[in-house]
């Protein structure tokens, strides 16, 4: 220990002897001169390094076709890597870029190019068995994404035994359509079984008695009225009906049958 004490003791004196004995000119000159030398070894080396590689500026590539951005980046001195991605742009086109737009980077880099490959979904579904609310909330999305308006053009009914009333029966164009094809849609949607719906019959000229009974046995409701007529033959019979004959009303509506009687 008392020996390294020592060493360090006798390297302190010989500085100091060193700053004691010294040619202060001198060696204030020399340090201006290893420090000019400095700056100009710097700048050289800066400006060696500037001439080995030019800067060029990051051209804007979106929404351009592949061809087109590929050879803007050779018009700019730089490379291409490529991505496909799902995107519900055209397909083909620049999604996105890395570095961005504008920004300052060395000649003979590679910037990142996104391409898109069109939507996952590119064919319209199948809305078969859906309801209008539904079909209603997937155009609304569609529109959103493809930037455009698919509409309902038409809606129309139809009974039917397969699908419960309020689903879509049919559809056109008919799915797997390509999307970019469709702007409008037309659809069936199901009133439901035919059997729940009640042909209506004539029931003039019937005693009250035997169109109420028929009229019940149908599954609807028979109010009876009377009216006061001069024809005899109708008298105790039905003179007029309140729903038209051939047409379709649910179970249990109401119907009202007049009968005539004389004063």
Known sequence: MNNFLGKIKKLFKSILNFFINCNWKDFIITIIFLAVI???????????????????????????????????????NLYADVEIKFSYQPYGTIISQK???GQVIKENRRVKLYISKGPSVQTLEDFTGKNLFYLEKKLMELNSKLNKEIIIKNI??????????GEIISQYPEPNTNLFLVNEIEI?????????????????????KTAEKLIRSKGLI??????????????????????????????KSKITIQIGITE
Do not use: R
């Open 38 to 76: 400095t700056i100009i070894l710097t700048l050289v080396s800066f400006k060696i390094f500037l001439s080995k590689d030019e800067f060029t500026k990051v051209p804007d590539m979106s929404s351009m076709m592949i061809l087109e951005a590929l050879k803007t980046l050779q018009d700019n």
């Open 99 to 101: 570095p961005e737009p």
């Open 156 to 165: 129309s009914n139809q009974y039917s035994d397969v699908y419960p009333k």
């Open 188 to 208: 069936v949607i199901s009133s439901g079984p035919l059997y729940d719906n009640i042909l209506v019959d004539s029931f003039i000229d019937m005693t009250e």
């Open 222 to 251: 028979p109010v009876i009225e009377y009216v006061i007529t001069s024809d005899y033959s109708k008298k105790g019979k039905v003179i007029s009906q309140s729903i038209e004959v051939g047409k379709y009303v649910k179970k």
